[in-house]
């Protein structure tokens, strides 16, 4: 069934650790993107792509970084996590054939630094 | 710049009772609103976008552009409709969506 995976959904994690937040989507999607968002707060856009090799950062800046080296991956990398990226992070993926700008969400990664 | 204003954090409305969930939005060319909405323990998905002008599960928003709003309104409101909403703007084949802070709407039985 064609969907959008993130992994994990829950993340509790040290300060300084590298850590990685999957997301995988089966529905043919060349371009996606990584919001965040702070309880109350608006979804930012932090990473986006347009497709294979295709990064671009997005509004809201992030110490984050991502690669897209296949269509259906598009993983977010921490170096060393802080406190500070203590947040929801939402992975989402669209088709803007045809002129729809629909973007189809992943359950969300809710990321914990302590 | 673009921007995407729901002033009501919290909504509650009794079953039945009509429903309208505010959006104001800022940007200076043609844009294209969207409704999300997030129901317990799911992901966010979309509702209803202002280019096709349909009615979801009760829901429709009319795109004011004189007011500059896009203001999500349901005649008969039902406990299903218990949900956190998103309003988001995009500029036509832009790669972004602005959204919202959101509203939590509560239907009481």
């Known amino acids: 069934e064609a969907d959008i995976y993130q992994t994990p959904r829950y993340l509790v994690i040290g300060t300084g650790k590298k850590i990685t937040l999957e997301c995988s989507q089966t529905m043919g999607h060349d371009k996606m993107y990584w919001y965040q968002q702070d309880p109350g707060m608006e979804l930012h856009l932090i990473h986006y792509?347009?497709?294979?090799?295709?990064?671009e950062k997005g509004d809201l800046s992030s110490e984050s970084t991502v690669s897209r080296i296949r269509t259906e991956h598009f993983p977010l990398t921490l170096e060393s996590a802080r406190p500070s990226h203590t947040s929801q992070y939402l992975c989402a993926s669209s088709d803007p054939a045809g002129g729809r700008n629909e973007a189809f969400f992943g359950q969300g990664t809710r990321l914990t630094v302590v | 710049a673009q921007r995407v204003t729901q002033p009501e954090k919290l909504l509650s409305v009794f079953k039945g009772a009509p429903v309208e969930l505010k959006c104001n939005y800022s940007y200076s060319g043609s844009p294209e609103l969207f409704w999300y909405v997030q129901y317990s323990r799911q992901r966010l998905q979309l509702l209803l976008r202002?280019?096709s002008r349909e009615s979801i599960k009760g829901f429709t928003a009319d795109l004011n552009k004189g007011e500059t709003s896009f203001h999500l309104k349901k005649p008969f409101a039902q406990e299903e409709d218990s949900a956190m909403y998103y309003c988001a703007l995009s500029q036509t084949g832009a790669n972004n969506l602005f959204f919202g802070t959101g509203t939590r709407l509560t239907v009481i039985p």
């Open positions: 792509s347009y497709g294979v090799n295709s990064t």
């Open positions: 202002h280019i």
